[in-house]
């Protein structure tokens, strides 16, 4: 936004000067009468001399004169070019006197009117260098003394509070231009969501004046509303047209009523709905403006959608996460969009998956021992699910799913039949509630053959008793990274509370032989990024991750009871702390280890860097899309919170490498063991072991698809 600084004759007390002439180009320049081969100097150096305001990193970005690189950059640059080196930098005159103009630009358009800026040059004929200091004079700032805003008399009291509730610009506050582009622009936003869709800033009749009595300024900003406006009638039209999809299906979604007060956001956000169910194709939704909106006080919305096909019958091949370790899986699904009307979509699953495949011991597999070998880690599972995308509200969500799976551990056989009812709230545009009941049966079958004997044939009975559990949680979640597989900016938290074992309790008199264990569970989770490039160059990650359950009532009085197997944590591998494999990390004894804890408390963080960024293609792969990754993890599980001892928590570190693809990067990561609390005391730092023959020798290999977190 370019605001005018008018001239008012009437207060000579008062400057007004466009505010294209406020560059003050002070810079005499007598270093430059100079022979060609000085002015031709490399910029050895820049130095900022006075400035308080902004640091010289800041100031440096500004200006388009830079320092040489080094020799080692200079070199590689002339045999590889840009690629690997940087080009020597030389100074020219012309650009560095619009330096010093940029310099003053940025300064007043936060305030510094009055500075001044100098350069000071120092020629090295014979290195034929210069070093260049820029000497800079603040002055005193302006502040904004007024502001007065025109052409809003006519809006209502409740959006007058709501347009000076939360202003970018307030009285006493320093001048910055920007600020006031933001104003600006916020006020256009609320109006515009207040029934205002017209509403235009008159650059024109607006002004930001400073006064030379106090140095500081007037702001007005004159806006032109024009008639507020309501929705009118909701028109939806299905291209091509088909009998399943209804209009209800269009105007079900939809944030807003006919008669409701327009509002630009409520129409991206109903569009947004709309793509979101998985019916269509793709849905938009258009406020029809004109002439005869602004006479009848109302504005007409056209809902135009395309289906998807209604059936569709896919074969999979898919890579995963799960169990935080490597999974590929091989499926067949079938999806009904539209089940039965309403928007329902309808679905059936059937996987085969196979765990860490990498560390499987194929000799023995196909040796005779088969599939029950305990390197053959996977499972099996049959998933029906329905989702219902609107229940009671718009913003309310309901699912159904029922699974049948069996999960094998180099241990044990994990049977589970899972019949859960689910609902979910958009609270906000970022914030999301889910509640979900589960009704699941787990089993536990110990292999008989295995000739691993950590856990003892007593707690092997007490986990083989069956259970019936009913589980309620409820789930609160906050996301606002900027993409959903490789986010640079922003932040997810999740915060989740299970119980299980009321509704045994209340049916007990109907059926008091149920096996259930009464138990409560609270789970932490956040996550957070941040460019530290703004060109999203090199990015940092952090993960925070706590976890804590226990048993309650006469559960908690039952020592032969225990929360069942597939609901504990367990810590190490490819999303956890990445020195150790799956499942192998824990603060209990080597008995206890394979059936997991119920405290877990673990973090990592990442640099992710694209260092190849430019580079062009190797074969078919754009190097553009490889990033460089170190990371540092940290955590373990414990067997209850009374057991936490600092002095449990095992470190790692590593690197890998990710290539971004459509679905998210695919990720290989290499980790070691900075500190191991189950090593011997004078081992279990990496400091007094070898680092070839321990430390790089026993490092974990993980394979994924997308990022750890």
Request: no cysteine; aromatic share 14%; glycine share 8%.
């Amino acid at each position: 936004m370019g605001l005018l600084f008018e001239k008012s004759p009437m207060n000579p007390s008062r400057i007004s000067i466009p505010l294209f002439v406020l560059l003050i180009f002070y810079s005499p320049f007598e270093s430059f009468g100079q022979s060609d081969s000085v002015l031709h100097s490399e910029v050895r150096k820049i130095d900022f001399v006075g400035n308080r305001a902004f640091d010289d990193d800041e100031l440096q970005e500004i200006i388009q004169t830079n320092p040489t690189p080094g020799f080692l950059s200079k070199f590689l640059y002339g045999i590889f070019g840009e690629k690997l080196g940087r080009r020597p930098q030389y100074l020219n005159a012309e650009e560095f006197r619009a330096d010093l103009g940029r310099l003053t630009a940025f300064y007043q358009d936060n305030g510094y009117l009055d500075m001044v800026v100098r350069d000071s040059l120092r020629f090295d004929t014979l290195r034929a260098s210069v070093d260049a200091t820029i000497l800079i004079e603040e002055n005193r700032r302006s502040l904004v003394e007024a502001i007065e805003y025109k052409g809003l008399d006519e809006i209502p009291p409740e959006v007058r509070t709501s347009l000076f509730a939360e202003p970018r610009i307030t009285v006493g506050m320093p001048y910055r231009k920007q600020l006031v582009s933001e104003e600006v622009e916020r006020a256009l936003r609320l109006l515009g969501n207040e029934g205002y869709p017209n509403v235009r800033f008159e650059r024109e009749h607006s002004s930001a004046t400073r006064y030379l009595s106090s140095n500081n300024f007037k702001v007005v900003l004159q806006f032109q509303t024009g008639v507020r406006l309501r929705f009118g009638e909701v028109s939806v039209n299905v291209n091509p047209p088909r009998e399943d999809l209804t209009e209800d299906i269009g105007r079900n979604q939809l944030d807003f009523e006919p008669g409701e007060i327009f509002s630009k956001e409520k129409l991206i956000s109903s569009e947004r709905n709309l793509n979101r169910l998985g019916v269509f194709e793709n849905a938009r939704v258009v406020g029809l403006m004109s002439a005869r909106a602004d006479s009848v006080g109302s504005v007409p919305v056209e809902v135009v959608v395309r289906g998807r096909e209604r059936h569709e019958l896919s074969p999979e091949i898919a890579v995963s996460d799960e169990n935080n370790a490597f999974n590929l899986s091989f499926g067949v699904g079938y999806t009904n969009r539209n089940f039965f009307g309403g928007a329902r979509n309808f679905n059936t699953r059937t996987r085969l998956r196979a765990q860490s495949i990498q560390e499987w011991d194929f000799d023995n597999i196909f040796g005779g021992v088969g599939l029950r070998d305990p390197s053959v880690l996977g499972g099996v599972e049959l998933q029906f699910q329905l989702l219902q995308p609107y229940l009671f509200t718009r913003t309310l969500s309901g699912s159904w799913s029922l699974l049948f799976s069996v999960e094998k551990q180099n241990l044990f056989m994990l049977p589970i039949i899972r019949n859960k009812l689910g609902m979910s709230n958009r609270f906000a545009t970022y914030t999301y509630g889910f509640l979900e009941w589960s009704l699941e049966r787990v089993s536990v079958e110990f292999l008989k053959d295995t000739t691993d004997v950590r856990v003892a044939i007593s707690r092997r009975r007490e986990e083989e008793r069956p259970q019936f559990n009913s589980i309620i949680s409820a789930t609160l979640q906050r996301d606002k990274t900027n993409d959903i597989f490789s986010p640079t900016e922003g932040f997810f938290h999740s915060a989740t509370i299970e119980e299980s074992g009321i509704l045994p309790v209340v049916l007990r008199n109907l059926q008091p032989d149920l096996p259930f264990t009464q138990f409560y569970k609270m789970t932490l989770l956040g996550r957070w990024y941040q460019d530290l490039t703004r060109t999203k160059y090199n990015i940092f990650a952090l993960k925070l991750r706590s976890g804590y359950q226990d048993k309650y009532g006469q559960s908690k009085r039952d020592p032969l009871r225990h929360i069942p197997l597939n609901r504990r944590f367990f810590a190490g591998g490819s999303g956890s702390v990445r020195g150790w494999i799956s499942r192998d990390l824990g603060a209990m004894s080597d008995d206890e280890l394979p059936l997991g804890g119920n405290f877990i408390f673990e973090g990592s963080t990442e640099m992710r860097i694209n260092y190849f960024r430019g580079f062009g293609k190797l074969w078919f792969l754009s190097l553009d899309n490889f990033w460089i990754v170190y990371f540092f993890d940290f955590g373990n599980v414990w067997s209850d919170l009374d057991s936490f001892r600092p002095r449990d928590v095992a470190i790692a570190a590593g690197f890998g490498l990710r290539y971004e693809t459509l679905v998210g990067p695919f990720r290989v990561d290499f980790g070691f063991r900075l500190y191991d609390p189950k090593e011997e005391t004078r081992y279990q730092w990496i400091i007094k072991r070898r680092f070839f023959g321990d430390v790089l020798a026993n490092g974990v290999l993980h394979f994924g698809v997308g990022h750890a977190f």
